[in-house]
C-alpha cells in the first residue's frame, strides 16, 4: 500500500513539474509609456492610470513626509525643554557661585567693631 502511495504522489509532482507554468499577468503599479497604445481609448486609459499612480505616490509622500515633520517638531521641543532646565540649573549655580564668593569676603573683611590690626602697646 505504501507502494501505491508513493507512486501516485510521485506521478502527482511529476504531471506538477512538468505542467507548462503559466504566469497570469499582473497590473503592477507604475508609469507607463502610453505612446504606443494605437486608440484613443486605450491611450486614455493608460494616461488615466499614470495620473492616478503619480496622485497615489505623492498623498503617500506627503502623509510620510508630514510624519517626518511632526516627529521633528516634537524633536525640537523636547530639546527646547532640555535647554530651558539647563539653563534654570546653570543660573542656579552662578548664583551659589556669586553667594560663596560674597561670603568670603564677609570673612575676610574685618567687622566694624574690631581694629584692623593688634593694639601696640607702649606708645605714650
Known amino acids: 500500500?505504501?507502494?501505491r502511495a508513493a507512486l501516485a504522489a510521485s506521478l502527482i509532482l511529476a504531471a506538477c513539474i512538468q505542467a507548462p507554468m503559466v504566469a497570469t499577468a499582473q497590473d503592477v503599479p507604475g508609469i507607463e509609456i502610453c505612446t504606443v497604445e494605437k486608440t484613443m481609448e486605450r491611450r486614455t486609459s493608460c494616461l488615466q492610470s499614470n495620473v492616478d499612480f503619480l496622485q497615489k505616490t505623492m498623498t503617500k509622500?506627503?502623509?510620510d513626509h508630514q510624519q517626518k515633520l511632526d516627529a521633528a517638531k516634537a524633536q525640537v521641543e523636547g530639546l527646547k525643554a532640555a535647554?530651558?532646565?539647563l539653563q534654570k540649573t546653570v543660573d542656579d549655580l552662578q548664583a551659589a557661585?556669586?553667594?560663596?564668593?560674597e561670603d568670603q569676603k564677609k570673612k575676610a573683611e574685618?567687622?566694624?567693631g574690631q581694629?584692623?590690626?593688634p593694639a601696640k602697646e607702649g606708645v605714650k
Open 115 to 117: 581694629d584692623a590690626g
Open 110 to 112: 574685618p567687622s566694624p
Open 1 to 3: 500500500m505504501t507502494g
Open 97 to 101: 557661585q556669586k553667594k560663596a564668593i
Open 61 to 63: 509622500l506627503a502623509a
Open 83 to 85: 535647554v530651558v532646565a
